[in-house]
């Protein structure tokens, strides 16, 4: 095996393999027959010398050095997204499904759920959109009646729900404190002979739940 530092070259007249310094590559050598040769790396010679050693550059080194913050960088904004979507799924259970309503409000929180849950639809739409639907305790004259008599006293929108019969309707109400006042004395009248009703007041409510009756 070739010494370090060192390749070996066969004599092409006697056949003898030389020890021939990396610097005499390619320039005239003598052989011990006396003859002289153009030393050249032959492949036993290279096979001899073992692999090479790959050599990596600067430029290499510093784009995998990139390549890894780039890895580095996207875990970390993964991790980050997965945090926020937790976040939100816990807002999301504590606050029962982030639906928009006002505790403490009246009954906002209810009518709010009434017209997510039994398809709130406004109530001359309702009562004109299928055959046989009635508002409980009217006939048909009756019930629409009433619902203009709400549109007068003020109410923004008269909500009626269910498939066939709306056991209650939600008035929106107003801004105009008068118009307010006028539904809120008609909804407590017509409550009167309800026991388990309480009388209504204005707290800033959205919404008047009014119990219509068998």
């Known amino acids: 095996m070739a010494d370090i530092?060192?390749?070996?070259?066969?004599?092409?007249?006697?056949?003898k393999r030389l020890k021939v310094k990396?610097?005499?590559a390619g320039r005239l050598v003598k052989c011990t027959c006396?003859?002289?040769?153009?030393?050249?790396?032959?492949v036993a010679a290279a096979v001899e010398s073992g692999p090479a050693v790959p050599v990596v550059s600067k430029r290499e080194m510093a784009e995998t050095a990139i390549r890894n913050d780039q890895l580095k960088k996207l875990v970390l904004i993964g991790l980050l997204v997965l945090l926020v979507i937790g976040a939100w799924a816990a807002w999301r259970v504590l606050s029962g499904g982030g639906k928009a309503a006002s505790?403490?409000?009246?009954?906002?929180?209810?009518?709010?759920?009434l017209i997510t849950s039994e398809d709130g639809t406004e109530a001359r739409l309702w009562l004109d959109g299928r055959k046989g639907r009635m508002l409980s305790g009217m006939n048909e004259s009756q019930a629409e009646f009433n619902v203009d008599q709400w549109y007068k006293l003020g109410a923004l929108k008269v909500y009626a729900f269910g498939g066939l019969m709306s056991r209650v309707v939600a008035l929106e109400l107003p801004h105009d404190v008068t118009k307010r006042q006028s539904l809120f004395e008609w909804?407590?009248?017509?409550?009167t002979d309800m026991q388990d009703v309480p009388k209504m007041k204005d707290v800033g409510q959205k919404y008047?739940?009014?119990r219509l009756k068998l």
């Open 5 to 15: 530092g060192t390749f070996t070259a066969d004599c092409p007249h006697c056949g």
């Open 22 to 24: 990396p610097q005499l």
């Open 34 to 42: 006396g003859k002289t040769f153009t030393a050249s790396v032959t």
């Open 103 to 113: 505790p403490g409000l009246g009954e906002d929180a209810t009518v709010e759920e």
């Open 187 to 191: 909804v407590n009248k017509w409550h």
């Open 208 to 210: 008047l739940l009014v």
